[in-house]
């Protein structure tokens, strides 16, 4: 495949089994995660290099900045920017505490705005890239339960929709994924009744990212929409 690509958000279920489908597919692959342990075991799996490895909080934008800083200097600009970090904190208005709608906008939605703030300068320079992000379906449709968790993906829905905007003169693809049900640690410590059973495995979410990222540039696939087969949504 011979493209630089950054996988941020690779220590979960989704980001992980992206990363090693694209390293065997011979990508130059750059991981990040906020656990260094767990950074180290995704990146041993996967086969990549120690010097593609980095621990960032996506909350911390003086660390996105240093990151972007590093892979800039060793590839010029990236190819591929997979943004698969992300939280979930799904519950009911009343016991939404403020703190948990701060977090939940803090990662999905402005960890987002620092990743296309510091990785897109370089690939706007070149022309081309692209940049896959996951709003998920309730970034298109509500949920009870999900005001915090639709705030934020319906607002990354917007944001990447008004980037494809500002840089349609460049060759930059956006596309944006909305996946039902995964079945990762993302539900680990959700108190909701779901047939996690019935979820589509985090390897089988991973090769829709894997595929989005093999397809030619004449085109864009601008919207990829997968759910479990019996709780189709959209
Ligand atoms: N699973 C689903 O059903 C589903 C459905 C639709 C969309 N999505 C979206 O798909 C993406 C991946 O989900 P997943 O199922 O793979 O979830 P996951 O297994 O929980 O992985 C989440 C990833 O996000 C990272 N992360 C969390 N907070 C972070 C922060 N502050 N800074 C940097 N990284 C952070 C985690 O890192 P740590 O290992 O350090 O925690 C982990 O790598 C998320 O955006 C999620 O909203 C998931």
């Known amino acids: 495949m011979n493209k630089n690509v950054l996988v941020v958000g690779a220590t979960g279920g989704i980001g992980a089994e992206t990363?090693?489908?694209?390293?065997?597919?011979?990508?130059?692959?750059?991981?990040?995660g906020r656990d260094a342990a767990k950074l180290n075991s995704a990146g041993d799996?996967?086969?990549?290099?120690?010097?593609?490895?980095?621990?960032?909080?996506?909350?911390?934008?003086?660390?996105v900045k240093q990151v972007a800083d590093a892979i800039h200097a060793q590839v010029g600009q990236l190819d591929i920017l997979i943004n698969a970090a992300g939280i979930g904190i799904i519950k009911p208005l009343e016991q939404l505490s403020f703190d948990d709608f701060?977090?939940?906008?803090?990662?999905?939605?402005?960890?987002?705005?620092?990743?296309l703030k510091y990785f897109l300068p370089p690939m706007i320079v070149a022309k081309k890239g692209l940049v896959i992000n996951m709003p998920g379906v309730l970034g298109k449709?509500?949920?009870?339960?999900?005001?915090?968790?639709?705030?934020?993906?319906?607002?990354?829905?917007?944001?990447?929709?008004?980037?494809?905007?500002?840089?349609?003169?460049?060759?930059?693809?956006?596309?944006?994924?909305?996946?039902?049900?995964?079945?990762s640690a993302f539900w680990d410590n959700i108190d909701l009744k779901v047939r996690r059973d019935a979820f589509i495995l985090a390897k089988?979410?991973?090769?829709?990212v894997w595929f989005l990222c093999q397809?030619?540039?004449s085109g864009v696939v601008?919207?990829?929409?997968?759910?479990?087969?019996?709780?189709?949504?959209i």
């Open 102 to 115: 701060d977090k939940t906008i803090d990662v999905n939605l402005k960890g987002t705005f620092s990743l």
């Open 222 to 233: 601008s919207e990829m929409v997968i759910q479990p087969f019996n709780h189709q949504v």
């Open 215 to 217: 397809q030619p540039t």
């Open 19 to 32: 990363a090693r489908l694209l390293r065997t597919s011979s990508a130059n692959v750059f991981i990040t």
């Open 141 to 183: 449709t509500p949920m009870g339960g999900a005001a915090a968790y639709s705030a934020s993906k319906y607002g990354l829905d917007g944001l990447l929709k008004s980037v494809r905007e500002d840089i349609k003169r460049t060759n930059i693809r956006i596309t944006n994924v909305y996946m039902g049900g995964v079945d």
């Open 204 to 208: 089988e979410a991973a090769k829709s």
């Open 45 to 63: 799996v996967a086969g990549i290099p120690q010097g593609q490895r980095f621990v960032m909080d996506i909350t911390d934008r003086e660390a």
